[in-house]
């Protein structure tokens, strides 16, 4: 994904000059600079997108910057940028035993802590689908911060609304379909007895 190029596709499609540079200093950089920041975190949080999650090995924090009352002892500094945690995990067991304050994991272990994070993708990381989703959101700020074009700009956003509902599953089947939790009494009733 280039951001100069969703810029001025959303300039383009809505009616406005483009810009040569990022930093432009024009009123065009502005709205449209602003409509794109806002919608990357936006879309990078409202979804687990498999371009911006990733497993990392989380770094211990002092005792003192550990406000946890039940791990008191074992605080975990979350990456930079985190936006959602999905999963974590000890060596390669799932936890379910954890407790997260501020930017940091708090659990009864003391190393091997990973945990699986959604963070803003890098540029070059974007589905296809993901970037067109971007571009119309950028396009509904652009319409109603340089054309003050209300209604356009909502039914933009309605029609980036509709795209995300497509792009969802359609990015997420690179990843096999899994189950949360498996029921060992469900998996007895799927299992014929002879």
Not at 120 to 143: K, N, S
Request: hydrophobic letters at 40%; a neutral charge.
């Amino acid at each position: 994904m280039d951001k100069l190029t969703i810029l001025n596709n959303a300039l383009l499609a809505t009616g406005n000059n483009t810009i040569n540079v990022l930093n432009d200093p024009s009123d065009e950089y502005r709205v449209a600079n602003q409509a794109f920041d806002r919608a990357v975190r936006f879309l990078t949080a409202r979804h687990t997108w498999p371009f911006a999650t990733t497993t990392e090995l989380l770094v211990r924090v002092a005792d003192a910057d550990n406000k946890s009352r039940r791990f008191s002892k074992n605080g975990f500094r979350l990456p930079i940028n985190t936006l959602h945690v999905k999963e974590v995990y000890r060596d390669t067991v799932i936890m379910t035993d954890y407790e997260i304050m501020g930017d940091v994991l708090s659990c009864p272990y003391d190393s091997g802590i990973y945990a699986v994070v959604v963070k803003a993708p890098a540029d070059a990381a974007w589905h296809p689908m993901a970037e067109e989703v971007l571009t119309r959101y950028v396009e509904a700020g652009c319409l109603r911060g340089l054309n003050e074009d209300f209604t356009e700009a909502t039914r933009r956003e309605n029609s980036a609304e509709v795209l995300l509902t497509e792009a969802r599953p359609a990015v997420d089947q690179q990843n096999p379909a899994r189950n949360i939790y498996k029921s060992k009494v469900a998996a007895a009733r799927r299992t014929r007895r002879v």
